[in-house]
């Protein structure tokens, strides 16, 4: 009776590891398809991101430009009318060309502030754009990270057949599969202080 009992122990036992190493393979599996998913779309956000940056840059400079163009109307139009004050004996028309001048001058620097107010918040947009989008990478990035380490894990499960470790590693594999879901999905979900941990 004893060699059955064992025979049925060992059956038992090698059925236990079986379905351990059947359950480590499917999770495994499942995450590393998901982790790869994640990967492509986080490709697609940092080019999001980059091109955003760009065009902040550009909107920027732009801006300045604006900025120079303003400043150069504003020092004609006070030279014209230090031009026109120091010159009181100018006959009628001439003054009338002075302030032709001036009103000129005066119509761009309006012109330029109100196409500077319309940039500056094109380039801020950009902006939240950017930061909008790297919330979404960082959720990406930390799914990538705490799906390597539950597949680790599931590796150090499969060796030493402790089922403790597969629980572990489905905690990591889960809040790494929340976390990718939430940038598929766009959802706000950014825990700060694991975004430290890897920042």
């Known amino acids: 009776m004893g060699e059955i009992d064992e025979k049925i122990s060992e059956s038992l036992e090698k059925a236990r590891e079986s ?14 398809t998901f982790m790869a998913l994640s990967n492509v779309k986080d490709g697609n956000i ?9 065009n902040s840059v550009d909107a920027w400079a732009y801006y300045q430009a604006k900025g120079t163009k303003q400043n150069l109307a504003i020092s004609a139009r006070e030279q014209i009318e230090l031009l026109r004050d120091s010159t009181p004996t100018a006959t009628p028309e001439v003054r009338g060309l002075f302030d032709k001048r001036i009103a000129e ?10 196409e500077k107010d319309e940039i500056k918040r094109q380039a801020e947009g950009f902006k939240k754009q950017y930061d909008d989008l790297n919330v979404h990478d960082d959720q990406f990035d930390m799914a990538e990270a705490l799906l390597s380490v539950a597949i680790a894990l599931f590796g150090v499960t499969a060796l030493t057949r402790k089922s403790w470790l597969l629980g572990l590693a489905i905690v990591f594999a ?3 599969t929340l976390l990718g879901f939430s940038g598929f999905l766009g959802w706000s979900l950014h825990p700060d202080w694991l975004a430290s941990l890897f920042g």
Request: net charge positive.
């Open 19 to 32: 379905r351990l190493n059947t359950a480590v393979a499917a999770f495994v599996a499942l995450a590393a």
């Open 46 to 54: 940092v080019q999001a991101m980059a091109q955003a940056q760009a």
């Open 105 to 114: 001058y005066a119509a761009q620097e309006k012109k330029y502030e109100t």
């Open 174 to 176: 889960a809040f790494g």
